[in-house]
């Protein structure tokens, strides 16, 4: 006997940790490392990670450094 199993992709959860850094990234000071780690509770690495995943799916992000702090905006997004 064999089952069939269907697999549908689960909608976005709203209001993710990934949400919450872009949110972030979308406000007009952007975002330092601190400010999403403090947000999500992630570790400075996840978050490095996460920006690089955004880069792949098609985010466009500005880094500069100011005061040896630096900070991260979306400038732009994916195409939807």
Avoid: C
């Avoid at 909608?11 to 919450?20: A, I, L, M």
């Avoid at 990234?25 to 400010?35: C, V």
Wanted: proline share 2%; net charge positive.
């Amino acid at each position: 006997m064999t089952s069939s199993k269907t697999s549908k992709a689960s909608p976005r959860k709203t209001g993710s940790n990934s949400d919450k850094v872009i949110a972030l990234l979308k406000r007009d000071s952007g975002a330092s490392l601190a400010d999403m780690t403090k947000a999500t509770g992630w570790q400075a690495h996840s978050a490095r990670a996460v920006l690089t995943g955004f880069r792949k799916k098609g985010f466009i992000l500005e880094k500069t450094k100011a005061d040896g702090v630096t900070r991260y905006k979306i400038t732009a997004e994916p195409a939807a």
